[in-house]
């Protein structure tokens, strides 16, 4: 069984997708975090941005692995590395480009081969499982999203500034909605959901629900 939460950036994805796996005991598939381990990997070695194609050819080298609580690249530990503003800013050069979305794509199909997943990104009910049994658009306001956001980045012990992370998210949402390849478009059979003002816990539940009653 497959299911697929797509959406913005801060709409409360990765955390409730994460969660609904857990409780179903299915399988998380967190694409973004292999986009953005195709630009670490890509920040790494000093590739050059205006060459697409050294990035294209970067990807097929890399062994990216998603462990339940962990992302590896070629073995080494990215998991936090991945989640810098340095790395977020940068990884649009790899999701923008097609080369790098057919590898990654093919790869999302082959980690969730023989397996019951809860698959999520933003093309994942539209391009990477077009059949998923279940399939949902998590969004919130932009207001909502950027302040989620600052408060994950002072987590990580970065210091954000909401006015900034607000600005460079429209950036972000309007670089992912005009994509040709991929870009973030509800499914026609994706059930649409708001998550403004309602807790995590509450998502979690509703989007259990939602899943169970499709079984
Ligand atoms: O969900 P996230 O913030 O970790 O995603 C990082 C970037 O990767 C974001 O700019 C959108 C892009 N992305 C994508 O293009 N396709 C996906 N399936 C997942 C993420």
Redesign the pocket.
Known sequence: VIVTI?GP?GAG??SAARALADRLGFHFL???????AVALAALQRQLPWDQPDLLVDLVPQLQIELLPDQVLVDGQDVTAAIRTLQV?SA??Y??DNPGV?AHLVQLQRQMAEGHDVVA?????GTV?FPHARCKIFLTASPEERARRRVLELEKLGETANLADILAKQTL?DL??AQ?EV?P?VPAEDAILFQTDGISHEEVVERLEQLVRSRQ
């Open positions: 797509d950036a994805k990765s967190d694409t973004g975090a292999m986009y953005r977020t990884t649009h790899a999701a979305r999520e990104g933003r093309d994942q990477v972000r670089r992912d994509r991929g973030l």
